[in-house]
Protein backbone atom coordinates (compact mmCIF):
# COMPACT_ATOMS: atom_id res chain seq x y z
CA UNK A 1 0.00 0.00 0.00
CA UNK A 2 2.04 3.32 -1.22
CA UNK A 3 1.16 6.28 0.96
CA UNK A 4 -1.16 9.02 0.23
CA UNK A 5 0.77 11.81 -1.44
CA UNK A 6 0.96 15.21 0.27
CA UNK A 7 2.98 18.55 -0.59
CA UNK A 8 6.05 18.84 1.83
CA UNK A 9 5.66 22.21 2.87
CA UNK A 10 2.40 24.69 2.76
CA UNK A 11 2.82 28.05 4.68
CA UNK A 12 0.73 31.82 5.01
CA UNK A 13 0.62 34.65 7.66
CA UNK A 14 -1.23 34.30 10.68
CA UNK A 15 -4.68 35.04 9.45
CA UNK A 16 -4.62 33.88 6.15
CA UNK A 17 -5.89 30.20 4.94
CA UNK A 18 -3.74 27.59 3.80
CA UNK A 19 -5.14 24.18 2.22
CA UNK A 20 -3.66 20.93 2.14
CA UNK A 21 -3.71 18.61 -0.22
CA UNK A 22 -4.54 14.56 -0.12
CA UNK A 23 -4.39 12.33 -3.11
CA UNK A 24 -4.65 8.57 -3.42
CA UNK A 25 -6.47 6.14 -5.63
CA UNK A 26 -9.84 4.74 -5.78
CA UNK A 27 -8.59 2.30 -3.51
CA UNK A 28 -8.55 4.18 -0.31
CA UNK A 29 -9.36 8.08 -0.41
CA UNK A 30 -11.71 7.61 -3.47
CA UNK A 31 -13.40 4.64 -2.49
CA UNK A 32 -14.13 5.60 1.27
CA UNK A 33 -15.26 8.47 3.38
CA UNK A 34 -13.11 7.23 6.43
CA UNK A 35 -10.33 10.69 5.29
CA UNK A 36 -9.07 11.82 8.53
CA UNK A 37 -6.31 14.60 9.12
CA UNK A 38 -3.53 14.56 11.92
CA UNK A 39 -1.70 17.63 13.89
CA UNK A 40 1.64 17.00 15.04
CA UNK A 41 4.07 19.11 16.69
CA UNK A 42 7.99 18.27 17.45
CA UNK A 43 8.02 15.70 19.83
CA UNK A 44 4.46 14.88 20.30
CA UNK A 45 1.95 12.52 19.69
CA UNK A 46 -0.01 13.12 16.61
CA UNK A 47 -3.70 14.77 17.57
CA UNK A 48 -6.90 13.83 15.40
CA UNK A 49 -7.82 17.15 13.77
CA UNK A 50 -10.38 15.84 11.17
CA UNK A 51 -12.06 12.33 10.82
CA UNK A 52 -15.02 11.28 8.12
CA UNK A 53 -13.77 13.75 5.56
CA UNK A 54 -14.79 16.73 7.61
CA UNK A 55 -15.85 15.77 11.14
CA UNK A 56 -14.28 17.67 13.50
CA UNK A 57 -13.85 15.85 17.74
CA UNK A 58 -14.76 17.91 20.07
CA UNK A 59 -12.48 20.95 21.11
CA UNK A 60 -11.09 21.34 17.56
CA UNK A 61 -11.51 24.42 16.24
CA UNK A 62 -14.08 25.53 13.57
CA UNK A 63 -10.64 26.90 11.69
CA UNK A 64 -10.10 23.45 10.73
CA UNK A 65 -12.31 22.28 7.79
CA UNK A 66 -12.15 18.94 5.49
CA UNK A 67 -13.45 18.03 2.51
CA UNK A 68 -13.34 14.98 -0.96
CA UNK A 69 -13.15 15.29 -4.62
CA UNK A 70 -12.47 12.23 -5.93
CA UNK A 71 -9.55 10.75 -5.00
CA UNK A 72 -8.06 13.85 -3.05
CA UNK A 73 -9.19 15.23 0.22
CA UNK A 74 -7.95 18.50 1.74
CA UNK A 75 -7.59 20.32 4.92
CA UNK A 76 -8.41 23.55 5.15
CA UNK A 77 -6.84 26.14 7.70
CA UNK A 78 -8.27 29.60 8.01
CA UNK A 79 -7.17 32.29 10.20
CA UNK A 80 -4.26 30.78 11.36
CA UNK A 81 -2.26 31.37 13.95
CA UNK A 82 1.26 30.70 15.49
CA UNK A 83 -0.14 27.41 17.48
CA UNK A 84 -0.82 25.83 14.00
CA UNK A 85 2.39 25.58 12.64
CA UNK A 86 3.03 22.01 12.90
CA UNK A 87 3.49 18.70 10.64
CA UNK A 88 -0.34 17.81 8.94
CA UNK A 89 -0.74 13.78 7.76
CA UNK A 90 -4.11 12.94 6.39
CA UNK A 91 -4.36 9.23 6.35
CA UNK A 92 -7.68 6.82 4.84
CA UNK A 93 -9.09 3.30 4.95
CA UNK A 94 -8.08 1.26 2.17
CA UNK A 95 -10.01 -1.46 2.27
CA UNK A 96 -9.24 -5.36 3.49
CA UNK A 97 -8.68 -3.72 7.14
CA UNK A 98 -5.66 -2.24 5.04
CA UNK A 99 -4.87 1.42 6.02
CA UNK A 100 -2.55 4.04 4.85
CA UNK A 101 -0.98 7.24 5.97
CA UNK A 102 0.06 10.80 3.75
CA UNK A 103 3.74 11.71 3.29
CA UNK A 104 3.06 14.59 6.01
CA UNK A 105 3.15 18.43 5.37
CA UNK A 106 4.87 21.11 7.12
CA UNK A 107 3.02 24.42 7.57
CA UNK A 108 4.91 27.17 8.54
CA UNK A 109 2.75 30.37 9.84
CA UNK A 110 5.50 33.35 8.23
CA UNK B 1 -7.62 10.19 33.71
CA UNK B 2 -8.45 8.28 29.74
CA UNK B 3 -4.75 7.56 29.02
CA UNK B 4 -2.36 4.90 27.40
CA UNK B 5 1.03 4.45 28.70
CA UNK B 6 3.49 3.23 27.21
CA UNK B 7 6.82 1.03 28.23
CA UNK B 8 10.30 2.83 28.44
CA UNK B 9 13.12 3.11 25.34
CA UNK B 10 14.27 0.19 24.00
CA UNK B 11 17.68 -0.54 22.09
CA UNK B 12 18.20 -3.94 20.22
CA UNK B 13 20.64 -5.48 18.49
CA UNK B 14 19.71 -6.05 14.43
CA UNK B 15 18.02 -9.87 14.25
CA UNK B 16 16.66 -9.70 17.88
CA UNK B 17 12.97 -8.74 18.96
CA UNK B 18 11.08 -6.70 20.87
CA UNK B 19 7.81 -6.21 22.84
CA UNK B 20 6.10 -2.82 23.66
CA UNK B 21 3.60 -2.07 26.12
CA UNK B 22 0.50 0.35 26.41
CA UNK B 23 -1.54 0.26 29.04
CA UNK B 24 -4.98 1.67 29.29
CA UNK B 25 -7.12 3.22 31.60
CA UNK B 26 -9.94 5.36 32.75
CA UNK B 27 -12.23 3.75 30.38
CA UNK B 28 -13.42 0.37 29.40
CA UNK B 29 -10.07 -1.24 27.42
CA UNK B 30 -12.24 -4.23 25.59
CA UNK B 31 -14.52 -1.55 23.90
CA UNK B 32 -12.20 0.15 21.79
CA UNK B 33 -10.03 -1.44 18.95
CA UNK B 34 -6.21 -0.31 19.49
CA UNK B 35 -3.77 0.29 16.61
CA UNK B 36 -0.02 0.37 16.45
CA UNK B 37 1.30 3.36 14.46
CA UNK B 38 5.12 3.97 13.95
CA UNK B 39 7.31 7.48 12.80
CA UNK B 40 10.96 6.93 12.22
CA UNK B 41 13.29 9.62 12.87
CA UNK B 42 12.29 12.50 10.61
CA UNK B 43 9.70 10.62 9.02
CA UNK B 44 6.38 10.32 8.66
CA UNK B 45 3.54 7.95 10.34
CA UNK B 46 3.40 4.02 9.36
CA UNK B 47 0.14 2.55 10.38
CA UNK B 48 1.24 -1.50 11.86
CA UNK B 49 -1.74 -2.72 12.30
CA UNK B 50 -4.88 -2.99 14.84
CA UNK B 51 -6.14 -5.36 17.65
CA UNK B 52 -9.61 -6.20 19.55
CA UNK B 53 -8.97 -6.00 23.02
CA UNK B 54 -12.49 -8.11 23.39
CA UNK B 55 -11.52 -11.52 21.39
CA UNK B 56 -7.63 -10.46 20.70
CA UNK B 57 -8.37 -10.91 16.60
CA UNK B 58 -5.76 -9.03 14.92
CA UNK B 59 -4.98 -7.38 11.07
CA UNK B 60 -1.48 -6.43 10.26
CA UNK B 61 -0.15 -4.15 7.26
CA UNK B 62 0.92 -6.35 4.72
CA UNK B 63 4.71 -4.80 5.45
CA UNK B 64 4.81 -6.29 8.71
CA UNK B 65 3.02 -9.94 8.26
CA UNK B 66 5.45 -12.60 9.52
CA UNK B 67 7.36 -10.45 11.75
CA UNK B 68 4.47 -8.65 14.13
CA UNK B 69 2.46 -10.00 16.47
CA UNK B 70 -0.02 -7.87 18.56
CA UNK B 71 -1.45 -9.19 22.32
CA UNK B 72 -3.75 -8.27 24.74
CA UNK B 73 -3.73 -8.76 28.10
CA UNK B 74 -7.54 -8.20 29.51
CA UNK B 75 -6.62 -8.33 33.28
CA UNK B 76 -4.39 -5.25 32.87
CA UNK B 77 -5.73 -3.51 30.23
CA UNK B 78 -2.69 -3.78 27.97
CA UNK B 79 -1.37 -4.44 24.87
CA UNK B 80 1.64 -5.59 23.19
CA UNK B 81 3.38 -4.95 20.10
CA UNK B 82 6.08 -7.33 19.31
CA UNK B 83 8.23 -7.09 15.92
CA UNK B 84 10.70 -9.66 15.28
CA UNK B 85 13.92 -9.96 12.95
CA UNK B 86 14.84 -6.71 13.74
CA UNK B 87 17.16 -4.28 10.96
CA UNK B 88 18.43 -0.87 11.49
CA UNK B 89 15.30 0.66 8.93
CA UNK B 90 12.91 -0.31 12.43
CA UNK B 91 14.36 2.28 14.19
CA UNK B 92 11.42 4.42 15.56
CA UNK B 93 9.27 5.60 17.81
CA UNK B 94 6.24 3.04 18.01
CA UNK B 95 2.75 4.68 18.96
CA UNK B 96 -0.24 2.57 20.12
CA UNK B 97 -3.72 4.51 19.11
CA UNK B 98 -7.56 4.17 20.66
CA UNK B 99 -10.10 3.96 17.88
CA UNK B 100 -12.48 6.67 18.32
CA UNK B 101 -15.68 4.86 18.32
CA UNK B 102 -16.66 2.28 21.37
CA UNK B 103 -17.51 -0.81 20.11
CA UNK B 104 -16.94 -0.57 16.47
CA UNK B 105 -14.51 -0.60 13.96
CA UNK B 106 -13.54 2.75 12.97
CA UNK B 107 -10.31 4.17 11.21
CA UNK B 108 -9.32 7.27 13.62
CA UNK B 109 -7.06 7.62 16.52
CA UNK B 110 -8.36 9.74 19.38
CA UNK B 111 -6.12 8.72 21.70
CA UNK B 112 -2.84 8.39 21.37
CA UNK B 113 0.25 6.74 23.73
CA UNK B 114 3.67 9.08 24.02
CA UNK B 115 5.07 6.15 21.95
CA UNK B 116 8.25 4.15 22.31
CA UNK B 117 11.26 4.89 20.99
CA UNK B 118 12.95 1.53 19.90
CA UNK B 119 16.29 1.82 18.33
CA UNK B 120 18.35 -1.32 16.32
CA UNK B 121 22.07 -0.40 16.26
CA UNK B 122 24.96 -3.00 16.53
Known amino acids: QSALTQPPSASGSPGQSVTISCTGT?????????VSWYQQHPGKAPKLMIY???KRPSGVPDRFSGSKSGNTASLTVSGLQAEDEADYYCSSYAGSNNFVFGTGTKVTVL | QVQLVQSGAEVKKPGASVKVSCKASGYTFTSYYMHWVRQAPGQGLEWMGIINPSGGSTSYAQKFQGRVTMTRDTSTSTVYMELSSLRSEDTAVYYC???????????????WGRGTLVTVSS
Open chain 1, 26 to 34: SSDVGGYNY
Open chain 2, 97 to 111: ARSYSPMRLDWYFDL
Open chain 1, 52 to 54: EVS
